[in-house]
């Protein structure tokens, strides 16, 4: 089973920096994509940047410019730097992976979340 495990989020002022981090079990290679998504209240998930297995990342125009990806393929982690952070940026962050599982097809698997909290 893949477990996806999401860390480095709080509370932070406008203008600062955080990194989240996604540990993966297994190897992050098996998966046909990785994403970051966030939540926040009384709003609908948001996709904020999908990487490929390649290592390919799209931002979201929300949080391009502002936020890298970056990945540690011997730790099995993903990364998300988050610079500039603005209140609106405030949400449950989750980390996503895609596997083809052999002869059951594409899976998604989700990590738990971590709270990023941005005050004005």
């Known amino acids: 089973q893949v477990q996806l495990v999401e860390s480095g989020g709080g509370l932070v002022q406008a203008g600062g920096s955080l990194r989240l981090s996604c540990a993966a079990s297994g190897s992050i290679f098996s998966f046909t994509s990785m994403a970051w998504y966030r939540q926040a209240p009384g709003k609908q998930r948001e996709l904020v940047a999908s990487?490929?297995?390649?290592?390919?990342?799209t931002f979201a125009d929300s949080v391009k410019g502002r936020f890298t990806s970056s990945r540690d393929n011997a730790k099995n982690t993903l990364y998300l730097q988050m610079n500039s952070l603005k209140p609106e940026d405030t949400a449950v962050y989750y980390c996503?992976?895609?596997?083809?599982?052999?002869?059951?097809?594409?899976?998604?698997?989700w990590g738990q979340g971590t709270q990023v909290t941005v005050s004005s």
């Open positions: 996503k992976a895609n596997k083809y599982e052999s002869k059951i097809g594409p899976r998604d698997y």
């Open positions: 990487i490929t297995s390649g290592g390919t990342t």
